[in-house]
């Protein structure tokens, strides 16, 4: 596989954020995503802010409990995180297909995981 020159990287990037700014701004479902993707981020937070605080002002809980906790959510926002990577990647790409607009993709081809 070849490796990309750090301009053509920027390129890319610099695509990837202009069409996402443009879909941010003229596509409701992907604002709409977009945003509840950020809120359910925030309301999980919450839970592991709260064992955090909890365990190191009072102490109270089992280390385990805490460690559950702690798992539970992170590997949820992981997942969140994730999964919304994949949609925003999977609209951007459809916007650039459709519109011609494509860069040049070299090497394998890319697989979806999800």
């Not at 750090?6 to 390129?11: F, H, L, T, V």
């Not at 359910?40 to 805490?66: K, N, R």
């Amino acid at each position: 596989m070849k490796s990309q020159t750090g301009s053509s990287i920027r390129e890319r990037l610099a695509k990837w954020q202009a069409v996402h700014s443009l879909l941010f701004r003229d596509d409701a479902q992907f604002r709409m995503r977009h945003i509840s993707f950020l809120i359910a981020i925030i309301c999980l937070s919450i839970p592991l802010m709260a064992v955090y605080c909890y365990y190191f002002e009072v102490g109270m809980t089992s280390f385990a409990v805490d460690l559950a906790v702690i798992v539970c959510v992170s590997s949820t926002v992981i997942y969140l995180s994730l999964r919304h990577l994949h949609f925003v990647n999977r609209r951007i790409e459809g916007y650039l297909q459709s519109s011609h607009n494509t860069w040049p993709v070299t090497g394998a081809t890319r697989r979806s995981r999800f």
